[in-house]
Antibody, heavy 125, light 107 residues
Framework: QVQLVESGGGVVQTGTSLRLSCEASKFTFSSYAMHWVRQAPGKGLEWVATISFDGNDQKYADSVKGRFTISRDNSKNTLYLQMNSLRPEDRGIYHC??????????????????WGQGTLVTVSS | EIVLTQSPATLSLSPGERATLSCRASQSVSRYLAWYQQKPGQTPRLLIYDASDRATGIPARFSGSGSGTDFTLTISSLEPEDFAVYFCQQRRSWPLTFGGGTEVEIK
C-alpha cells in the first residue's frame, strides 16, 4: 500500500521560509507525477503545485507562483516544497499526493490518488 | 481559471435515501472531472474520476455522470459511513481547481 509521509511543517513568522518533505514508499516513485494540495483548517481544498515524474516540468497555483518551488529527488523517493515569503493565508495542512488512475502522459497531472496525512503550516503575522 | 460551483452546500438526508450532488464548471472540462470524499479527521479519498469511473475499491452505490459543464455524483442509498463532505475537481486545464464542497449530513 502506498505510503506518503510529510514533514517539515511548523509555526513561522510572515516573510520567512519552510521546506516541506514527503517520503514516498511502496510504489515506483520515479514513475509518477506528484502534487501538493493544501487545506486551511475547516476549509476547502486548494491545489498548490504539481511536478512531472522526472522533475522536468512544474506547475503552480497563482497564489504561490514565484514564492514556492516544488522539486523531487527520485534517488531518495522524496518530494519537496520550498516555501518562501510565507504569508498568513498560506496556513493549512499540506498534503503530498501521488498521481493515479491514469496512463502514460495522462498522468501529468492524472488524478489525486493516495494522500499523505499532511503537515501543518502556521504563519503568524 | 475554471471555477467549480457545487450545490447544495449542505444536504440533509437519512440513511437509505438517495443523494444527488451537483458540480457546475464555468467552462467545459470535457470529462476531466473527479469526486472526492472527506470524512472528519481524514484525508480526501478519490471516489470517481473521468466523470463516471469508480476508483479502486469504491462501492457501486456511488456513481458519477455528466460532461462539459454539468456533473452529478449520486449515492443510490446512503450508508452511515457516507455522511461526509464531497468535493469535485477538474484537470481539464491548469490551474487545477476544486469545488467548494457539499456536506452530506444526517437528517
Amino acid at each position: 500500500q502506498v505510503q506518503l509521509v510529510e514533514s517539515g511543517g511548523g509555526v513561522v513568522q510572515t516573510g520567512t521560509s519552510l521546506r516541506l518533505s514527503c517520503e514516498a514508499s511502496k510504489f515506483t516513485f520515479s514513475s509518477y507525477a506528484m502534487h501538493w494540495v493544501r487545506q486551511a483548517p475547516g476549509k476547502g481544498l486548494e491545489w498548490v503545485a504539481t511536478i512531472s515524474f522526472d522533475g522536468n516540468d512544474q506547475k503552480y497555483a497563482d497564489s504561490v507562483k514565484g514564492r514556492f518551488t516544488i522539486s523531487r529527488d527520485n534517488s531518495k523517493n522524496t518530494l519537496y516544497l520550498q516555501m518562501n515569503s510565507l504569508r498568513p493565508e498560506d496556513r493549512g495542512i499540506y498534503h503530498c499526493i501521488k498521481s493515479s488512475h491514469c496512463v502514460g502522459d495522462d498522468c501529468y497531472p492524472g488524478w489525486f490518488g493516495p494522500w499523505g496525512q499532511g503537515t501543518l503550516v502556521t504563519v503568524s503575522s | 481559471e475554471i471555477v467549480l460551483t457545487q450545490s447544495p452546500a449542505t444536504l440533509s438526508l437519512s440513511p437509505g435515501e438517495r443523494a444527488t450532488l451537483s458540480c457546475r464548471a464555468s467552462q467545459s472540462v470535457s470529462r476531466y472531472l473527479a469526486w472526492y470524499q472527506q470524512k472528519p479527521g481524514q484525508t480526501p479519498r478519490l471516489l470517481i474520476y473521468d466523470a463516471s469511473d469508480r476508483a479502486t475499491g469504491i462501492p457501486a452505490r456511488f456513481s458519477g455522470s455528466g460532461s462539459g459543464t454539468d456533473f452529478t455524483l449520486t449515492i443510490s442509498s446512503l450508508e452511515p459511513e457516507d455522511f461526509a463532505v464531497y468535493f469535485c475537481q477538474q484537470r481539464r486545464s491548469w490551474p487545477l481547481t476544486f469545488g467548494g464542497g457539499t456536506e452530506v449530513e444526517i437528517k
